[in-house]
């Protein structure tokens, strides 16, 4: 008989706590919601990807032009999306090998200069040869109102003066189709992809548009270099617009544009593309942005810790 009095109190014990429970949780709810108003909304959470985005890099001192070689990993800054990363690879005055897609126009308007065009691509095929990787290779495209490659990757000077010497001028001029076709024939190329575009400047025949240009040139990850070849100093029969189409294709992509009137002046280009390429820094990071960004295109931006140089890169890239 003692132990009834305890059984019959144990069931109320627990009816207590069964009426207890729903206002505990309904205090701790209140106070969760509580908190989260004072403290505002939770932070974005970041993912990395394992997609490696490899950016080459020329800096140059903004007053003089000057290309500044010396710079260390911590001088650069990199963001992606307005995101700040952080740089994986660092490379100064890369090595890392080069493909270089030549394409050169044969249109009819551009007949009369493919014979000192050659003379000028020569001596950047030997120079090529003379220093860097022994794996640099030049292929040569020609374009009129088709496209077609006339060599293949390669360093065999003799083989590239011959397809050259055998150029000739006629007909109309598909300059966008050029890019979209080549830029699609390096992609798959291991190291650095480069285009260089000898033309006057107009597009007349292509069927992909500017747009289709210069995305696969981006999604390449090449850097375009055109030089356009004036046929008259003044803007009275000069295709501006193709001029400043291209223009802002080498903006996109890190390279720039040329305006050679002549052997030496193009001559001198190609110098120049040539010591840009020799010189140039290689950054790779790993990109850490927030989850809820799902957009395909992404926006870069590389600066330098002093002011007065200024780094030069494509402005984005695809995501893949």
């Not at 490899?54 to 010396?70: C, E, F, S």
């Not at 942005?289 to 695809?318: D, F």
Request: proline residues 4%.
């Amino acid at each position: 008989m003692t132990g009834c009095p305890a059984e019959r109190r144990h069931p109320k014990r627990h009816v207590r706590n069964r009426k207890a429970i729903p206002l505990c949780l309904t205090l701790l709810a209140s106070s969760c919601q509580l908190w989260a108003q004072e403290k505002g909304p939770a932070p974005p959470s970041f993912s990395v990807t394992s997609n490696l985005v490899r950016l080459l890099v020329t800096v140059r001192d903004q007053a003089t032009g000057a290309i500044v070689t010396n710079l260390n990993k911590d001088d650069f800054h990199v963001s992606d999306d307005s995101v700040e990363q952080t740089i994986s690879i660092f490379e100064r005055n890369t090595s890392v090998p080069l493909s270089i897609a030549l394409l050169v126009d044969t249109s009819g308007s551009t007949n009369k200069d493919i014979a000192y065009e050659t003379g000028s691509i020569l001596k950047f095929l030997h120079a090529l040869k003379e220093a860097g990787n022994p794996d640099d290779a030049l292929a040569v495209y020609s374009f009129n109102w088709q496209v077609k490659m006339e060599l293949g990757y390669t360093r065999n000077e003799q083989r590239a003066e011959r397809v050259m010497r055998q150029m000739h001028g006629e007909g109309g001029t598909s300059l966008y189709d050029a890019i979209y076709l080549v830029s699609n024939d390096l992609a798959d190329r291991d190291g650095r992809h480069v285009l260089l575009v000898v033309t006057d400047g107009g597009d007349t025949t292509s069927y992909k548009k500017f747009e289709d240009a210069v995305k696969a040139a981006i999604r390449s990850e090449a850097v375009l270099y055109p030089i356009v070849v004036v046929p008259i100093e003044s803007d009275a029969g000069r295709n501006l617009g193709g001029e400043h189409a291209l223009e802002t294709m080498a903006q996109a992509t890190g390279g720039r544009t040329f305006y050679p009137a002549g052997a030496g002046e193009l001559d001198r280009a190609f110098t120049e593309i040539l010591h840009e390429l020799r010189t140039e820094y290689l950054l790779g990071y790993y990109p850490r942005l927030p989850r809820a960004l799902t957009n395909a295109y992404h926006a870069v931006q590389v600066t330098v810790r002093r002011p007065e140089l200024k780094a030069i890169t494509r402005s984005g890239y695809y995501a893949q």
